[in-house]
């Protein structure tokens, strides 16, 4: 199957970080990436992971590991505008271009 | 440069009846995908649209329906409303050309099946 699973709902304090699993039972995809979703928007692009390892831009990471099946969003200096759901999505090119998404967290940001 | 728009925002239907949804997508983009996201979920595919075809569909009946025009631009058709079909509908662009790989979303349209 190509299930990719992400915890459902997570709370963190605002000015600490945060870090948010992406787990997936796919393989022969070209690239993962993570969204950005405030309630009753249109998801945005936060990142892309090809090659494994970390991604950095400002205060978000996106870190990949295709040996282990997993990816993670490493969220720092957490602000109250953080507060929405993050997507993980696996893509696949070639003849195709098709994304798989998981279901996304809730982060919830507290003062 | 335009992002991708869609058409409309807001839609209350009555069960039963046909809904047509639109597209325009991002200047450059080539390729349109149409999404149904329920509450609190991850986005579903319906089907990807590129150079005027289907050219992939996910698990959807077919009261589900599309269409590709020359310019890019893109409806989403769904005939015989079931309360079901209630959803946020998002459509994405994207390019074949893979140095940018990411998807842009358009706005959304909330139908709501009443």
């Known amino acids: 199957g190509q299930n990719i699973d992400q915890p459902t709902e997570m709370t963190a304090t605002e000015g600490a970080i945060v870090q948010i699993n992406c787990t997936y039972q796919?393989?022969?995809?070209?690239?993962l990436f993570w969204y950005q979703q405030h309630a009753g928007e249109a998801p945005t692009f936060l990142s892309y992971?090809?090659l494994d390892g970390l991604e950095e831009k400002g205060r978000f990471s996106s870190f990949l590991s295709r040996s282990k099946g997993y990816s993670y969003l490493l969220l720092k200096e957490l602000q109250m505008k953080d507060s929405a759901s993050y997507l993980c999505?696996?893509?696949?090119?070639?003849?195709?271009?098709?994304?798989?998404w998981g279901a996304g967290t809730k982060l919830i940001i507290k003062p | 440069d335009a992002g991708v728009t869609q058409s409309p925002t807001h839609l209350i239907k009555t069960r039963g009846q046909q809904v047509t949804l639109r597209c325009s997508p991002k200047?450059?983009?080539?390729?349109v995908s149409w999404y149904q996201q329920a509450l609190g979920q991850g986005p579903q595919f319906i089907f990807q649209?590129?150079?005027?075809?289907?050219?992939q569909r996910g698990n959807f009946p077919d009261r589900f329906s599309g269409h590709q025009f020359p310019n890019y631009s893109s409806e989403l058709n769904v005939n015989a409303l079931l309360l079901g079909d209630s959803a946020l509908y998002l459509c994405a662009s994207s390019t074949t050309e893979l140095a940018r790989p990411e998807a842009f979303f358009g706005q959304g349209t909330r139908l709501t099946v009443v």
């Open positions: 992971n090809v």
């Open positions: 200047s450059g983009h080539d390729t």
């Open positions: 999505a696996v893509v696949f090119f070639g003849s195709n271009y098709q994304l798989i």
């Open positions: 649209y590129y150079e005027e075809e289907e050219r």
């Open positions: 796919t393989s022969g995809f070209n690239g």
